[in-house]
């Protein structure tokens, strides 16, 4: 098993994670406290957070997370056979989105949320593929709230190092190009306590109905 490589930065100006096949950028202080803070406590009352339920191998599992989508009308996304119809963009994740598009030069149609609640919630190895997604989508990943260490693989070539990027509050990730096609990503369940966290990754819904 090949030992994952740890990247941590106190930077605020973008850096490249150096990585084969992929394009990843990182900036640690996108947001500071108080700011990410105040966020962080209007999206938890704001948003509409559900528990889904998914359907793995033909059992219904519930999802082990909170989870939301917003969006322009009809960028419906499906998600592990959760089909999602978005809700209408608050003003909080209005000026989020604006920040973020200055910031990366991406525009964003629509956000999944997800609400980590503690050391037990968690989201799989998956890659951001599903086919509502451009073939090299941005995605552009931005965390609140207690840290949580997020872990990449590459798909095809065992050899090739983890990567571990610890995603702490108002961190800001930027994936783009070839990232989704030739790599994995999870955030895993935690041995020790952790206070909850919300990630939130813009997305553009290509084929609109
Ligand atoms: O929580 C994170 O940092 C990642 C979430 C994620 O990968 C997803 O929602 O597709
Ligand atoms: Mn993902």
């Not at 910031?103 to 050391?119: P, Q």
Request: net charge neutral; proline share 4%; aromatic share 8%.
């Amino acid at each position: 098993m090949n030992d994952s490589l740890s990247l941590f930065s106190g930077s605020s100006t973008p850096e490249t994670i150096p990585m084969q096949d992929a394009q990843v950028r990182f900036m640690q202080a996108f947001y500071r406290q108080p700011l990410s803070g105040e966020l962080m406590e209007r999206l938890l009352s704001e948003i509409c957070w559900r528990q889904e339920t998914i359907i793995l191998w033909g059992k219904e599992h519930l999802q082990p997370r909170l989870s939301a989508w917003y969006g322009d009308a009809g960028s419906r996304y499906t998600y592990s056979g959760v089909m999602l119809d978005p809700h209408p963009w608050s003003d909080t994740l209005l000026r989020i989105r604006r920040d973020i598009e200055n910031a990366t030069g991406h525009h964003f149609n629509s956000v999944l949320l997800n609400l980590y609640r503690n050391e037990h919630d968690s989201v799989g190895w998956h890659s951001d593929a599903e086919p509502e997604l451009s073939n090299a989508p941005a995605i552009a990943s931005l965390s609140l709230g207690d840290t949580r260490m997020f872990r990449l693989r590459h798909r095809k070539r065992k050899e090739v190092q983890q990567v571990s990027i610890a995603l702490t509050d108002g961190s800001l990730l930027l994936m783009e190009g070839t990232t989704q096609r030739f790599w994995q990503h999870a955030v895993m369940k935690e041995k020790d306590a952790r206070l909850p966290r919300i990630n939130l990754t813009f997305r553009t819904i290509q084929h609109q109905k």
